[in-house]
């Protein structure tokens, strides 16, 4: 899928949630102002880092970086107390901000981290780009992993509950000539059966069965239900109204022929060709009504 | 394979819902105002060419997963049709153009009426 210009991604949606102690490195390496240049580059050399906070007596005194160290190499002034070569003018980030802050940060200054200090002033980190990468990339795995595992247990319900028949009950209450919500239903099954991880093929013969169903006893019925019975083998439909019956049962049946009236053929319905689209996707299909009693069709869909 | 943003190019069509979602490649076509037709032939991925305009267009695309839907003779869709195509990720498509003249143009551009998704 493309990203459109102007949507926001999940990326840039982290950066707003995430907070900045969620992804610092909290084993801050620091060193005194009197700590010397020398040690001060074994120190970088050994950690691999690039840049330290200077701390004296527990607060933050100033930043020094390895282009500090690369300066005191050159003039040989490795001897030097990091105190006189530090920068004392510190741009700190706070704790309990958001990433965001500190991505514009990075940007504006070109820094290679920032001390994170907490509400008092203390420094209980450091931050560097690469913290944020990793803080996201750790958190939309675990978004990942979370929602593969919703996943799984939606398409191993049956495995996981057990009993002789396991079944997923599935009422829909269809109200009559109500056009507008005709199909309803018929979507919230097909949903329910991607989300139990029907084979695409399968989904598609359910959910032309129950649209055409659906749409029977919004157009000729008085109102009724849907009910889909889910077994782990397959799909039980049935539609049932309470009136007003079909006359011929047979004669329904036939493709082609219809009641419906013209304002609703005109719509695009009554086609008369709904209970054969029905027939057709089913494995065993029944239909039984009674005038002025209600109409009942049951229709069975293998899942295998 | 041809995708709905190519179609809508090629043939001029105003995009009215689902715009986000003209990168889908379409399968095939096909051609009915009788949605019970539609439910029954056509397939995922097809682009339908109708004259119906209202609600259960949506449902019946949304149902079938096809790619788009083009509405011919500028019939213009209702605005509570277009949100729930846009809910229901269906690119809707509008032509002043007949069905008839949409298809040949559509075959045109390769797209065949008989497709497996």
């Known amino acids: ?304 | 394979m041809i995708t709905v943003r190519e179609i809508v190019s090629a043939l001029s069509l105003e995009v009215v819902a689902g715009g986000e979602h003209l990168d889908r490649t379409v399968t095939g076509g096909y051609a009915s105002d009788l949605l019970s037709c539609v439910m029954a032939r056509a397939l995922p991925g097809n682009v339908w060419i109708t004259l119906q305009a209202h609600m259960n267009v949506v449902a019946v695309a949304a149902l079938l997963d096809l790619s788009c839907v083009i509405i011919t003779e500028g019939v213009r869709p209702e605005a509570e049709v277009l949100a729930k195509a846009d809910e229901r990720s269906i690119a809707v498509l509008l032509t002043t153009e007949t069905t008839y003249a949409i298809v040949c143009a559509l075959a045109g551009l390769g797209i065949t009426g008989q497709s497996e998704c």
């Open chain 1, 1 to 304: 899928m493309n990203a459109n210009p102007g949507e926001v991604t999940r990326v840039q949606e982290l950066v707003y949630e995430l907070k900045i102690d969620q992804v610092m490195t909290r084993d801050v390496i620091s060193v005194t102002p009197d700590t010397t240049l020398g040690d001060l580059k074994e120190l970088l050399r050994t950690k691999r880092i690039s840049g330290v906070p200077v701390v004296q007596e527990g607060a933050l005194v100033g930043m020094i970086s390895i282009e500090n160290v690369i300066l005191a190499l050159e003039r040989g002034e490795l001897a030097a107390p990091v105190g006189s070569r530090m920068t004392t003018d510190v741009v700190s980030v706070r704790a309990e901000d958001t990433v965001v802050s500190a991505v514009n940060l990075f940007a504006r200054y070109g820094y290679g981290r920032f001390p994170v200090l907490d509400g008092k002033g203390a420094l209980v980190g450091i931050l560097t780009k690469g913290d944020i990468v990793r803080g996201m990339l750790k958190r939309m795995e675990v978004e990942w992993q979370a929602e593969e595992l919703e996943r799984y247990r939606a398409s191993h319900i049956f495995e996981d509950i057990e009993s002789d028949e396991t079944g997923l009950i599935l009422r829909y209450r269809v109200k009559r000539q109500d056009f507008i919500r005709a199909g309803e239903a018929a979507s919230k099954i097909k949903r329910a059966l991607e989300r139990l991880g029907a084979h695409p093929r399968i989904i598609r013969r359910v959910a032309v069965a129950s649209y055409e169903a659906e749409t029977n006893l919004v157009i000729h019925s008085v109102g009724g239900e849907i009910i889909a019975e889910i077994h782990p083998d397959r799909i039980k439909l049935v539609a049932v109204d309470s009136g007003p019956g079909i006359a011929d049962v047979q004669q329904a049946l036939q493709a082609g022929y219809s009641t419906a009236p013209d304002w609703i053929r005109e719509l695009g319905f009554g086609a008369g060709m709904g209970l054969s689209n029905i027939k057709a996707c089913s494995d065993s299909m029944k239909l039984e009504s009674e005038l002025g009693v209600g109409t009942r069709l049951e229709l069975t869909i293998k899942l295998q």
